[in-house]
């Protein structure tokens, strides 16, 4: 490809819009375009990676025994009913009506069709197990699109689906898509951590989510640097220290004028908030819950939404709290009846707790659970934090930030029984096929990796994933002898198999063609000018090398090629482990 064909033009100044590095430098190197928010078109350059990075994802995906097909990304509506999975998605789901006033919705992921092509294909455990995956467009209707293709409205996943006659066979295509993502993101050059995760709305038991560790990501991780246990902050467990044994106290009033919050509480008490009790109020699908928690505490609200196995949980407004007759920072469970209490298991961590009294401007002192409030349920909802201890050795937790570049789940029987896929087991008998479910985004994993390399200058591609392997950087073509050596290199380089991009404008200053070659980020920069030709040599630079060296003119090719070479040695190919 020469530089004056390309349709995109790089840009000097970063975009006003661009929120993190992948979306800044993606719109400066004419990568991609913007069409509406959280809708963008893929110029060639990022069409070239995103197809190399399928190209990788399906050779391990066939590695591991997948195959291909295409389902349609639209469906009717009645699917995600008869799913339950319409109400599950809520608002996020697009939805529209045929001409024919026929509801139907644009697919955000497709388990309900892949269960139904399995029903209709699959009658007896000798049709199993099976693993089927496609690359395809999905849609969801962020409320919040940002950070470029993180997240977006419109994106290229892969999505594969197991389906197995029972658990064993379940864990082994399980562990041989986890295997296969884990070589997908070696050979895309991507330090990935393998994190305990929560379903969402796949619903399911186990689930692992992949996470590309950068300061930018919107995923936290919370990890423990001894026994290596990583989880998603949403899924993630952490043990508290044991408590001091107290003799329970009597309750006791006190005087709190003013007195809404736990840092005020505890400062005014003299107290630590450990030794205070905070209450939350929810809507849950309409219902108003009482959530008691720790004061050092906070709520996962995914672990609520989980435990009370709801679709819809949001903090209740002010109107909600007074409508169901509760004090707002002066509330406890003692006394409390008609409402869903929910309580953390850390209210067991302790005695003699600081709590509400249930009228303004007033606290008791000395509560203890079970003695004074019980609860309809008690479990772990707290957001685990750093600092905390890991639930399998006692070490000191961790975290990091990070952006996730796939997700894989153990279903289950949910879709099946819901949509009827059965097979005859060999003892002839009516068994729901057992599913999992594994997805990558296409353009997220390119936008990450550019958050993991990139550096001031602009991208650094790791190779299997550069749209072209070397950038070619013709200085002074207004003169012949440039240009014919340019141009005869360049036919050179294509005519070994090695992809390359020339950037013969001769308007740019060198300056300007330099610091593009930067932006655009291809493994190698090639440099040909009068000064080297004269030489009878090229100016060779990888673009994570600090210093070029020259190489003659006809030996270049093969320099490039032993680059190559010892490139695909570290990548291992597909299947490697």
């Known amino acids: 490809m020469r530089f004056t064909q390309l349709v995109s033009k790089t840009m000097r100044d970063d975009p006003p819009e661009a929120e993190t590095a992948s979306h800044r430098l993606l ?78 919705v644009l697919a955000p992921t497709h388990e309900e069709v892949i269960t139904g092509i399995v029903r209709a294909n699959v009658q007896s455990y000798r049709d199993l197990p099976q693993i089927l995956y496609q690359i395809q467009t999905k849609f969801r209707d962020e409320p919040r699109p940002r950070a470029g293709l993180v997240r977006v409205r419109e994106f290229t996943m892969k999505d594969a689906y197991s389906f197995n006659g029972d658990e064993e066979s379940l864990e082994k295509s399980y562990q041989a898509m986890a295997q296969a993502y884990r070589n997908i993101y070696r050979r895309c050059g991507l330090p990935v951590l393998m994190a305990e995760a929560d379903s969402g709305a796949i619903g399911g038991k ?44 009597q309750l006791e009033e006190v005087s709190t004028p003013g007195i809404k919050t736990i840092a005020a509480l505890a400062e005014f008490l003299e107290a630590p908030t450990e030794k205070t009790l905070k209450a939350v109020f929810y809507m849950a699908d309409r219902e108003i819950v009482f959530v008691t928690i720790r004061g050092d505490l906070e709520v ?56 509400g009294a249930n009228k303004p401007g007033t606290h008791l002192r000395g509560a203890n659970y079970p003695r ?5 349920l008690l479990t772990d909802i707290a957001l685990a934090q750093p600092g905390q201890l890991c639930p399998h050795c006692g070490h000191a937790l961790e975290s990091l930030k990070g952006v996730e570049v796939g997700h894989i789940f153990k279903v289950g029987t949910s879709f099946s029984e819901a949509l009827g896929a059965t097979f ?16 990558i985004g296409v353009g997220r994993l390119m936008a990450a990796a550019i958050e993991q390399n990139h550096d001031g200058r602009g991208i650094v591609f790791p190779a299997s994933m550069a749209p072209y392997q070397v950038h070619l950087v013709g200085l002074n073509l207004a003169r012949p002898e440039v240009a014919q050596a340019a141009g005869d290199l360049y036919e050179e380089l294509w005519g070994q198999g090695i992809e ?56 270049v090719v093969q320099d490039i090629l032993e680059r190559q070479k010892a490139q695909r040695l570290a990548d291992e190919g597909p299947g490697g482990q």
């Not at 195959?67 to 529209?96: I, V």
């Not at 005859?424 to 997805?439: A, F, K, S």
């Open 372 to 376: 004074d409030f019980q609860v309809d």
């Open 500 to 555: 390359c991009l020339y950037d013969d404008r001769t308007d740019p200053s060198a300056g300007v063609k330099l610091n593009d070659a930067d932006l655009l980020g291809l493994p190698v920069r090639l440099i040909i000018s009068p000064r080297n030709l004269e030489k009878g040599s090229v100016e060779v630079k990888g673009r994570q090398e600090e210093e070029s060296t020259l190489v003659p003119l006809d030996q």
């Open 206 to 249: 186990d689930s692992h989510e992949f996470i590309l560790p950068t300061p930018t990501g919107e995923d936290t991780v919370i990890t423990c640097p001894t026994c290596a246990y990583t989880a998603n902050a949403e899924k993630a467990e952490a043990s508290l220290p044991e408590a001091v044994i107290e003799a329970e106290e």
């Open 300 to 355: 996962n609200e995914v672990k609520l939404k989980n435990a009370l196995h709801v679709n819809d949980l949001a903090m209740a407004s002010d109107e909600e709290v007074q409508a169901a007759g509760l004090v707002a920072g002066s509330a406890s469970g003692i006394g409390i009846t008609g409402i869903k209490k929910v309580a953390d298991f850390s209210i067991s961590k302790g005695a003699n707790f600081v709590v």
């Open 424 to 439: 005859l087991d060999q003892d002839g008998r009516q068994q729901p096929v057992i599913m999992g479910c594994y997805g």
């Open 27 to 104: 719109l400066r190197a004419g990568f991609i375009y913007q069409v509406a928010a959280g809708v963008y078109a893929s110029l060639p350059l990022a069409w070239r990676t995103l197809r190399k990075i399928e190209a990788i994802i399906r050779e391990e995906m066939d590695a591991a025994g997948g195959q291909e097909l295409m389902m349609p990304a639209l469906h009717p509506r009645e699917l995600w009913d008869q799913s339950g999975r319409a109400a599950a998605f809520g608002d996020n789901l697009f939805s529209l009506e045929d001409r024919r006033g026929r509801a139907m």
